[in-house]
C-alpha cells in the first residue's frame, strides 16, 4: 500500500496530551486526526532553518522505502505531512508506546515498581532480545539498516518491543550539524561501534554491535542484582571520559560480561536466559566487524528446530517471531570464522593485552569461549 504524502496550510491533527510521549524524544506527541479520530504518534520536525517544504519534497521517496519495512516489532510508519501554518514535518508511527526501553531502566533504577512487579518487568524483559534479534534480522535481509540501535529507540507497548526510529536517525536529523561531528555526529556515541567510531564504513555489523550493548544492558538490568549505574561505573574505569562508549572500554565490558556469568541471581527464570544471552551479547561485541556474529547467525542460533544450545532462548521469543521461516542459510555468507581449539583450558581476561592487540585477543578468547561454552561448529 502507498503512504500518503500531504501537505495541508492548517494541522488537521491535534495533540492528546500536554507533553511529548517519552522525556528523552521531545519531538514525538501523541496526536489524533480530527476527521476520525485515529490516534497516532506523530514525530515532528519543526526547526528553523531548514527550507522544510523543499525537504518534504526531497524525502518522500525515503520515507516510502521505510514504510515497505513491515515486522511485528518495528514500528510502523502511516504517512507524513506538511504543515504550511506551522511549518512542520509529520511522520505518523504506530503504535503509540507506553514508554521506551531506556526510560523503563531509569524506572526500575528509581525503584518505582514493588518487588512483585520488579520481578515481573525482569522476567518479560527477557523475552524482548530474541524478538529484537528477529527484527534486525529482518531488516537486515531487506537490505535495510538501522543504524541507531539503542535502549531509547526501542518503544514498549503491551510488554512488546518495537524497533524505533529506523533510517530516520541520518537522514531525517532536525539540524544542520554535520561537519563539526562528522560521520558519527548523528548517533549516539555510547553505542557506537569500534569501526564507526574510527569512521570506517558502517555497515550491518554496526547494528549487531549495536543491540549487542544495549542486550548487555537488558541483562544487567533482569539480572536484579545490577543496575545501568553499575555497568557505567565499571566501564568508566576504562578512564575514556564521562560518556565512556562500549567500544572504548572493550576490556571492562568483557570483564563486566564475565562478572555477571557468575553471578548465581535471585530468579531461576531471569538468570537461565540471561546466561544465554550474555554469550550472544559476547559474540555480539566482537571489535572487528569482520568476525562479528551476522544477525542471521543469531536467528539460526534461536531456532528451537534441531538441537543447538540457544534454543531456549528462541522459544522465549514472541509466537510471530516463532513462526519466522527463513531459507536454509548456506547462501548467507557468516560473517564469523569460528575455529575450534584443540587445546583449551581456562581463559583469564588478560587487561592489558586486550587494550593493545584486542582484536586478535578477542578472536583467541572467543575461540576458546566457543569451545567451552558453545559447542557449535559453523567453521569455514
Ligand atoms: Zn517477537
Redesign the pocket.
Known sequence: MEISHETFEADPFKRLRKEPLGKSNSAVWEVARESDGKVYARKEFSETGHRKKEWFGNIKKEISNMAKAKH??IVKFCGSHYIESSQIIGLLLLPVAEMNLAELFDRLDRKQYNDVEQLEVRRKMCRWP??LF??MEYLHRTGLRHKDIKPSNILIKDN??YLADFGISYNFRNDNTSKTDGPIGAITERYIAPETYDEQPRGRASDVWALGCTVLEICTVASGENSIGDLNNHLKQARYGRKTPFCRSAYFVFDWIFLLLSCPGQDDLCTRPIQKMLQLAFLMLDPNPKTRISARQLVDLLNPLGSNPFDSVGRL??????RTTLVPSHDATPHSVFKEEHNGGTYIPLKDGLSSEKENLWEEVKRRWLKSHIPWNIRT
Do not use: G
Not at 521469543?317 to 516463532?322: L, N, P, Q, T, W
Open positions: 511485528p516489532h530474541p524478538c528477529y527484527a512488546r518491543v521469543a514472541c509466537d510471530e517471531c516463532k
